[in-house]
């Protein structure tokens, strides 16, 4: 599986540490909530909302160099607008893994 | 340029802000976390710009554009590149963003800003800008327009497929919404579902006879499941 990266964070930030440390405190406290309220959406079979959800995340799943994981978001975002949850286990990886990230810095 | 930030996430506010204080001739006046708060804000101030993002829950970015006369220059940003076809059907967006927003795309996006010819208006004269919702209010969107209804006013709401039907003492209103989320928004100890097509206002019902109310000139269903609750809900000598 392909491995979070700060990439695009350095590049944007113009080598402003101090931002490139603002922007991770938000994505470190913003991230856990918006994967609890999928993951409450999909307990509730809300997919129409649990879309919503993958929409917003994929956001920060783009700003954390993740290219190919993207477009497993891209797939099941389709997916759960159309009632399926096909590509949920594969998507749900990513989550897991941008966590196990998150927690390293 | 003066210009303000619209986007429900704070991580794209934070790299739009920080991308734009990278470039001298734009001042970022305010940032919203939706909509309806930076509708209030235009009503009040004069902006050139607008950052927009399209995919917000309630009211997209669409529905804004929508909502306000006169609108200043737009730039949409999103993670879904589908919807730019839409984009260019509106004359005030100068550009389109796909997230991640990279320094190199944001700037020429805000070269076109300053070549566009699209003019910022002022939006203090509009009558068609929302207020904030406050407790007694309810505000609905009826032909790109949002019209606040006095909630005590409403004495009837009724589903009639796609849509609802509002009844105040005023006025009646067709809305484009489902009973389910219009008795989210509506406060209990006003109204009471009794039927699986209506909500009424007790306070407003003149007479209950066998399985109906009378409310206004009204005559309504009172279902079986909901009966017990009506009768709960009057003061019954």
Redesign the interface.
């Known amino acids: 599986m392909e491995q979070p990266n700060l990439s695009y964070i350095e590049n944007m930030s113009g080598g402003d540490k101090a931002f490139e440390q603002k922007l991770l405190d938000i994505i470190q406290k913003e991230f856990p909530e918006e994967k609890q309220v999928y993951f409450d959406n999909i307990e509730a079979e809300n997919f129409k909302e649990a879309a919503e959800n993958v929409h917003k995340l994929k956001h920060k799943i783009s700003i954390l160099g993740l290219v190919k994981s993207y477009e497993v978001a891209v797939n099941y975002e389709h997916n759960l607008i159309e009632n399926s949850i096909e590509g949920k286990a594969d998507f749900e990886s990513i989550l897991q893994n941008m966590t196990d990230f998150l927690k390293t810095l | 340029m003066n210009c303000i930030i619209i986007d429900?996430?704070?991580?794209?506010r934070?790299?739009i802000s920080?991308?734009c204080s990278?470039v001298t001739s734009l001042t970022v006046l305010e940032e919203f976390p939706n909509a309806i708060q930076a509708i209030k804000y235009l009503n009040q101030n004069e902006v050139d710009l607008i950052f927009l993002d399209i995919?917000m829950?309630d009211f997209t970015g669409f529905d804004f554009i929508e909502t306000i006369k006169n609108p200043p220059k737009i730039i949409l940003t999103t993670?879904?590149a589908n919807f730019a076809i839409q984009a260019f059907e509106y004359d005030c967006i100068v550009d389109y963003l796909v997230?991640?927003?990279?320094?190199e795309r944001f700037q020429k996006a805000i070269q076109k800003a300053e070549a566009s010819p699209v003019k910022a208006s002022n939006n203090s004269n509009s009558s068609e800008h929302v207020e904030t919702t406050s407790g007694n209010d309810l505000y609905v969107n009826i032909d790109r327009r949002l019209i606040k209804i006095d909630i005590p006013s409403i004495y009837l709401v009724e589903a009639k497929g796609d849509y609802i039907l509002i009844k105040t003492e005023d006025k009646n209103y067709t809305v484009h919404s489902t009973l389910k989320k219009i008795e989210e928004k509506l406060p209990d100890s006003l109204f009471l579902k009794i039927h699986r097509s209506y909500i009424i206002n007790v306070g407003k019902i003149i007479d209950i006879e066998d399985n109906s109310v009378l409310i206004k000139k009204d005559v309504i269903p009172v279902s079986r499941s909901n009966r017990p609750e009506l009768m709960k809900r009057l003061n019954l000598l």
């Open positions: 429900d996430e704070a991580t794209a934070a790299i920080q991308l990278n995919h829950p993670s879904d997230k991640p927003i990279t320094p």
